[in-house]
């Protein structure tokens, strides 16, 4: 039972937080793509400047949370996630809605989106530094360590407290988006839009707002994927954006366009990871004496060592292309 | 009459191809305006430029004296002025019914808040555009497949949705692209009916693209006829039947 804890530590968990990670992450990118129909590759970079938001608002006002028990930087979320959103828009006007206006073909604005990723990336090292540093400024990160009731169980299954936030924050932020985009007409005329944005146009909706809005989404989500990523391990310029890889995977494993898809293709991507990286020898231990004589267990089985971890998004990737391009739920791949 | 489009010495070229040539028509208010030309003479050119799908080069275009130049196609959907496109367009993921519920403008669904807050609210006026749509469905003669997703209906019947999309609000004036192409001729019959019938009782007045000269004899006065990017005649369809010049740029000769 001892190892059946471990693996609940080490892949449950562990998977929930990478999955939500990147789900987050995934519907942002996907929002965009649905709706300006390119692959923004700045989105790793939005995220990290909304985890440095949340970053400078905390070391500005470290007691803010105190008052309320709540560590501070989840207070300073919300206006991180305004803060994002209103570069998101900034980032829109100043390079991509002059490209959408001279019909540019989407590749440019690809390359427009690498240059954003570059400019971001230096600006946020500029201010911040190189190094990691922790969001909990003034808090300490509370480490819940559950005691199993069985005999025999001397493992306690460990959950710190940003992951309990980042489970909370992902549902919460996934039935929101859902309630959005089904219910208010704002999100149908998203959905529109996307299907065909000269009928969209003719029936009365506004791209211009509708591209707004998209981005006002894609920033806010990016700054709470940002934090939530940030809380879990420490606050670092290139963080996020050794994420886009596996991030994009999951947005094409869910299908492109489809924001459902990449939440799922989030959670199959970030599990993926974990299930890779996990040493099964240890649930096959209490198995040992019955395993053949020839055969004895290493000390670790995994499947790919940590530091190769990042092959398992681009492995997960080739195969969807290769039998399944249009992802999970049918996307718009065009 | 007044004239409730205006288009004044239009240009337009795609690269060096000159489609529209300093074309200027009117249109009165309260007609069925056919508009009529061989093939290439930028007839579908001219209606994306009137509703704002496409900047034009020089002139300006008015809607009831209003300068509504290079405005784009959603403002001019707020005004009144509706189109529908040659090639019938649907947003394929949505049904039939939902394709129609698209339409209705200023919802209360439209606010964030009202989603979230005001729910109660929200439903009335959801039911009240379902209402709707289920009415324009039934005239349209789509009732049988007001489920099905747009994508999957017949060429015919995404042109009867397209005409059932500028029946959704209140317009002024709708330009119709070829809405006939593609339609049998028993629904067709519908269609004039109800074409004259929002002309007649709803006073919308039709801007009318059509090969069909028997549809163009039965509605449109009067009727327009371009080529080559301008305006060479306008007319009864007697007067225009009857017109040499019209008959050469059909065939390219005068019959002997």
Redesign the interface.
Known sequence: MNEFVFFINNVVIAGSVTGSIYAIGAVGVTLIFSIMRFAHFAHGDMMTFGAFMVLLLTTLFPQAGAALGVPTPLIMLPLAMVLTAALAVGLDRAFYKPLRAHGVKPIVFVIASLGVTLMLQGLIRLFAGTGGQSLYVDDRKEIFRLAVPLEGVRVPVVVTEPQLYLFVLTIVAVVGLH??LS???????M??MS??P???????????TIVAVTWVIAGGLAAIAGTLLSLDVTFKPDLSFFLLLPIFAAAIVGGVGHPYGAIAGGFVVGFAETLAVFNWSVLLRPFRDSLPEWLSLPGNLAFVGTEYKIVVPFFILVVILVWRPTGIFKGKVI | MSAIIDVRHVNKAFGGLKVINDCSLQVAEGSITGLIGPNGAGKTTLFNIIAGALPLDSGRVFLDGEDITNHPADELFHKGLLRTFQIAHEFSNMTALENLMMVPPRQAGEHLFATWFKPTLVRVEEAEVRRRALEVIDFVGLHHVRNELAGNLSGGQKKLLELGRTMMTDARVVLLDEIAAGVNRTLLGDLIGNIERLNRELGYTFLVIEHDMDMVARLCDPVIVMAQGSVMVEGTIEEIRNNPAVIEAYFGSTPA
Do not use: M, P, V
Not at chain 1, 198 to 208: F, K, M, R, V
């Open positions: 309630l959005f219910r208010s007409r704002l999100g149908k005329a959905r529109a299907d065909n000269d009928l969209a146009q003719a029936s009365g909706i506004n791209t211009n």
